[in-house]
Nanobody, 114 residues
Framework: VQLQASGGGLVQPGGSLRLSCAASGFNFRLFDMSWHRQAPGKQRELVAV???????DYVDSVEGRFTVSRDNARNRAYLQMNSLKPEDTAVYYC?????????WGQGTLVTVSS
């Protein structure tokens, strides 16, 4: 299993970013995909999940601002982040639970600052 998140960067408060997760090594269309983040000095937290049937779910703090999606033809998951806040600053990771084990890729840093 290989996962690679990309698309992070520096953005001003109120701005937008779109993160992408490239997946390989498993049958992508059969698995739920998750986005997590870890802010400096804090534990990693779940942000959003997109089920294998493309049903999304979000943590309360990003509901209405973030949109999770997937493209099964390209083996990619996406996280569209709008109305970004300084507290969204974190390293963002995509993950999949494959054969009972959580798999993580390298994260992508999102910094929200003026």
């Amino acid at each position: 299993v290989q996962l690679q998140a990309s698309g992070g960067g520096l953005v001003q408060p109120g701005g937008s970013l779109r993160l992408s997760c490239a997946a390989s090594g498993f049958n992508f269309r059969l698995f739920d995909m998750s986005w997590h983040r870890q802010a400096p000095g804090k534990q990693r937290e779940l942000v959003a999940v997109i089920s294998k049937d493309s049903s999304p779910d979000y943590v309360d703090s990003v509901e209405g601002r973030f949109t999770v999606s997937r493209d099964n033809a390209r083996n990619r998951a996406y996280l569209q982040m709008n109305s970004l806040k300084p507290e969204d600053t974190a390293v963002y990771y995509c993950s999949v639970n494959y054969r009972g084990r959580d798999n993580w890729g390298q994260g992508t840093l999102v910094t929200v600052s003026s």
